[in-house]
């Protein structure tokens, strides 16, 4: 049974850093896809950033520069630290790991964390 269970969201202020932590058991993490999305109220769950396989890193044009994800494969989690943070980027915020193996998909997706960004 693959659980992925993120951590690290909370209340900041505009401009402060958060670091959310998404952890894999069940599976080793450095085969999949893993992505971030995350939802706003009333609004359509987006990824943000992407980190494949082989190491190669995805940004949405809205956190380029601010966000950064990374692996730590002996732990089996994924991070994304967020620096600079603005109220627009307030949402539940979602892993998601992702692998294709011949006609087979699979896709995990933890239970989110809420991050506020206000004053």
């Known amino acids: 049974q693959v659980q992925l269970v993120e951590s690290g969201g909370g209340l900041v202020q505009p401009g402060g850093s958060l670091r959310l932590s998404c952890a894999a058991s069940?599976?080793?993490?450095?085969?999949?896809?893993v992505g971030w999305y995350r939802q706003a109220p009333g609004k359509q769950r987006e990824l943000v950033a992407a980190d494949t396989s082989g190491g190669r890193t995805n940004y949405a044009d809205s956190v380029k520069g601010r966000f950064t994800i990374s692996r730590d494969n002996a732990k089996n989690t994924v991070y994304l630290q967020m620096n600079s943070l603005k109220p627009e980027d307030t949402a539940v915020y979602y892993c998601?790991?992702?692998?294709?193996?011949?006609?087979?998909?699979?896709?995990?997706w933890g239970q989110g964390t809420q991050v506020t960004v206000s004053s």
């Open positions: 998601n790991a992702h692998r294709v193996v011949g006609p087979t998909q699979y896709d995990y």
């Open positions: 069940g599976t080793i993490f450095s085969i999949y896809f």
